[in-house]
């Protein structure tokens, strides 16, 4: 873990130099004062919109385990999005993970799979959108390398995730002899893990839920965009060139999930940065006017997600600490839905 955290600082310290070379930072200051802060209220009320389309989204992804409220789900998704705000390593998989199977008394396993798939749909969202743009904008060769790259990595996975849990009779019964070798009580350990992942792939044998999280995963970017465009009209006043708010949007749009992917500090400072000014500078924007709305949007998502995530680790009376360890389980999991088919037959 040690390690990624350095990591993570190294390559937000070298996108940031790369960012801020060359720019003034006292030119970044006037461009960002001088915005209108006005349009920065749909933006920010945007972003929790957005979140609450995902959680939505979340609850078909996990009824295949369990069907669970959209409180508890709207819950631990702005808790786990806010731990990514401030603790390394992308550890806000983990707590919103912790924090879902805590409440609701499922297997962090099951939990954690859905999460998986979630996080497929969204990759394969923003993909769909980099083709779409690139028919009419002439992305950088890096993005679309990157863009390719991800593509083929998220193909894997999701090829890897049928085999697992349309073969997952076949693939225990290859795999569960090796676990009963270990020593202890790790071989059940294992083998309980990989039947309560098999689990939260449940959504993979319902046609109607993928579609309907397919559409939702449409309808939650296309607010994520809108978003962007509020930002981006705050700062109209300094990018006079700029004659397309929304084609521009959907170029920050991709661009920036793809950076995200990077590793970096926590709020992804550097990355963003870096690609915010390598976007906008194709729409005639200057540099500082550009790193002026990068910081601007990430203040836009920081705020309000670590807010409300705040707030709702108070309301369940949970601590970050314990969360990131994994240490706030529930003393005693419920079967999930399909464990419990299996039992009773």
């Given at each position: 873990m040690r390690k990624k955290v350095w990591i993570g600082f190294l390559v937000s310290a070298v996108f940031l130099y790369l960012a801020v070379r060359g720019v003034h930072p006292r030119e970044v200051w006037t461009a960002m004062t001088g915005a209108r802060f006005l349009w920065l209220v749909p933006g920010s009320t945007l972003t929790i919109v957005a979140f609450m389309i995902r959680a939505w989204r979340w609850r078909y992804l996990m009824e295949p385990v369990r069907p669970i409220g959209f409180g508890a789900s709207f819950s631990a998704t702005m808790i786990g999005f806010m731990a990514n705000n401030v603790l390394p390593a992308r550890a806000g998989e983990v707590v919103r993970a912790v924090a879902l199977g805590r409440r609701e008394r499922i297997s962090k396993s099951s939990v954690f799979a859905t999460i998986v798939?979630?996080?497929?749909?969204?990759?394969?969202?923003?993909?769909?959108?980099?083709?779409?743009?690139?028919?009419?904008f002439p992305f950088p060769a890096l993005v679309l390398r990157a863009g390719i790259t991800v593509l083929i990595i998220s193909v894997g996975i999701l090829l890897a995730l049928v085999l697992l849990h349309f073969?997952?009779?076949?693939?225990?019964?290859?795999?569960?002899?090796?676990?009963?070798?270990?020593?202890?009580?790790?071989?059940?350990?294992?083998?309980?893990?990989?039947?309560?992942?098999?689990?939260?792939?449940?959504?993979?044998?319902?046609?109607?839920?993928?579609?309907?999280?397919?559409?939702?995963?449409?309808?939650?970017?296309?607010?994520?965009?809108?978003?962007?465009?509020?930002?981006?009209?705050?700062?109209?006043?300094?990018?006079?060139?700029?004659?397309?708010?929304?084609?521009?949007?959907?170029?920050?749009?991709?661009?920036?999930?793809?950076?995200?992917?990077?590793?970096?500090?926590?709020?992804?400072?550097?990355?963003?940065?870096?690609?915010?000014?390598e976007i906008l500078a194709l729409f005639q924007v200057t540099q500082e006017a550009a790193l002026g709305f990068s910081f601007l949007y990430q203040a836009s998502q920081f705020i309000p997600i670590t807010a409300v995530g705040i707030y709702y680790l108070w309301k369940e009376n949970l601590s970050l600490a314990d969360l990131s360890r994994g240490d706030a389980e529930a003393p005693a999991e419920r079967p999930s839905a399909r464990t419990g088919e299996r039992e009773q037959g």
């Open positions: 798939m979630e996080r497929l749909f969204d990759l394969f969202t923003i993909l769909l959108i980099l083709g779409a743009v690139f028919l009419v073969q997952s009779h076949n693939l225990r019964a290859a795999i569960e002899p090796a676990f009963q070798r270990l020593p202890g009580r790790i071989g059940g350990m294992f083998t309980r893990f990989m039947q309560a992942f098999i689990d939260g792939l449940g959504i993979l044998r319902r046609g109607r839920h993928i579609a309907i999280v397919a559409l939702l995963s449409a309808l939650m970017w296309l607010v994520t965009i809108l978003g962007i465009v509020c930002v981006l009209l705050a700062m109209s006043q300094q990018m006079p060139y700029l004659e397309n708010t929304l084609k521009a949007a959907l170029a920050l749009l991709v661009a920036v999930s793809l950076a995200i992917m990077v590793p970096s500090t926590p709020g992804y400072i550097g990355p963003v940065q870096y690609v915010c000014k």
